[in-house]
């Protein structure tokens, strides 16, 4: 079975560009999740799909972040512009449904806002 | 508020030592799950294990064993005769009531195994 798929795996812009993410979850997988890792911290959901429906946005900073899930299936984050603050890897999940069922795991794409 | 407290930033130990992790959790919650998670140095988090609230059973997995203590809301983890391979960040997670699955992650513990 393959794994959540990410890509870019490393990005690097300055700030004030743009810069988009996109996910592939594992087939089948009805909720997605994108979350932000910062240096030294653990992750941190920013938003949380189910099918094409948004679950939870709360800590999305919707000022410059924005992602959608069009179809229920990838999904692509977008940040415009970037600040310097937004450098961490962002790493996205999926599971089966959204009982907490175990979140399987992406190997992330790192962004450096210089 | 939920929140999880790993207060061991970084441990450091010989090859074949046992080693525990330590998980501190907070939640008003009578119904929740817990969580560990291994970030090896790839970057991508490998689940471990998930335990429920009303479980308070301790878990063995190979050298992996988990210590779940409702009663002083921890749920730590011990490896037995660490390796090598062991080497990572290793999170503990706490997730929202059953009928969601928002995960709070801890800040993790970066475990370094010496040969």
């Known amino acids: 079975e393959a794994g959540v798929a990410q890509s870019p795996r490393y990005k690097i812009i300055e700030k004030r560009q743009s810069v988009a993410f996109w996910c592939n979850p594992i087939?089948?997988?009805?909720?997605l999740y994108w979350y932000q890792q910062i240096l030294g911290q653990g992750p941190k959901l920013l938003i949380q799909?189910?099918?094409?429906?948004?679950?939870?946005d709360s800590q999305l900073p919707k000022d410059r972040f924005s992602a959608e899930r069009l179809k229920g299936v990838d999904s692509t984050l977008k940040i415009q512009p970037a600040k310097l603050e937004d450098s961490a890897v962002y790493l996205c999940?999926?599971?089966?449904?959204?009982?907490?069922?175990?979140?399987?795991f992406g190997p992330g794409t790192r962004l450096t806002v210089l | 508020a939920q929140k999880v407290t790993q207060a061991q930033t970084e441990i450091s130990v010989v090859e074949k030592e046992d080693v525990t992790l330590d998980c501190v959790y907070e939640?008003?919650?009578?119904?929740?799950?817990l969580f560990w998670y291994k970030q090896p140095p790839s970057g991508e988090l490998v689940f471990l294990i998930r335990?429920?609230?009303?479980?308070?059973q301790n878990e063995i997995s190979g050298r992996y064993s988990w210590n779940f203590q409702k009663s002083t809301s921890s749920f730590n983890f011990t490896i037995t005769a660490s390796q090598v391979v062991d080497s990572a960040v290793y999170f503990c997670?706490?997730?929202?009531?059953?009928?969601?699955?928002?995960?709070?992650f801890g800040s993790g513990t970066r475990l370094s195994i010496r040969p």
């Open positions: 999940a999926s599971s089966p449904t959204g009982y907490t069922n175990e979140q399987f």
């Open positions: 939640t008003r919650d009578t119904t929740y799950y």
């Open positions: 087939s089948g997988h009805a909720t």
């Open positions: 799909f189910q099918n094409n429906g948004v679950v939870d």
């Open positions: 335990r429920n609230s009303f479980d308070e």
């Open positions: 997670a706490l997730s929202e009531p059953i009928s969601a699955s928002k995960i709070i």
